[in-house]
């Protein structure tokens, strides 16, 4: 099956940097669409940004202009690049991905464990 694995996040100040990324793992076909959500402490899970095969991009209006979504088709990894950081952006920060584990199975959306962020201000 597909796994998916993100890292990179940790503690930054407000105004900080932070590049996230999430591997794509195990029995792969191919990968479509990727992409980041995040959830914060006592909020729904809120979609961020997502990259499709082709690499067109797409992004909420809470973090275009600050954050940049990225894919490495060879390494079945996607990056999220976070900038201009503040508290509002800390969250468990999810990956996902839709992909085929084999030519004979059907596109299925799967998701990594998530990897914290957090903004100190």
């Known amino acids: 099956q597909v796994q998916l694995v993100e890292s990179g996040g940790g503690l930054v100040q407000a105004g900080g940097s932070l590049r996230l990324s999430c591997a794509a793992s195990?029995?792969?076909?191919?990968?479509?669409?990727m992409g980041w959500y995040r959830q914060a402490p006592g909020k729904r899970r809120e979609w961020v940004a997502e990259?499709?095969?082709?690499?067109?991009?797409n992004y909420a209006a809470s973090v275009k202009g600050r954050f940049t979504i990225s894919r490495d088709n060879a390494k079945n990894t996607v990056y999220l690049q976070m900038s201009s950081l503040n508290p509002e952006d800390t969250a468990l920060y999810y990956c996902?991905?839709?992909?085929?584990?084999?030519?004979?199975?059907?596109?299925?959306?799967?998701w990594g464990q998530g990897t914290q962020v957090t903004v100190s201000s």
């Open positions: 990259v499709t095969s082709g690499g067109s991009t």
């Open positions: 195990g029995s792969i076909f191919s990968i479509n669409a």
């Open positions: 996902n991905a839709d992909a085929r584990p084999s030519n004979l199975s059907p596109l299925k959306t799967y």
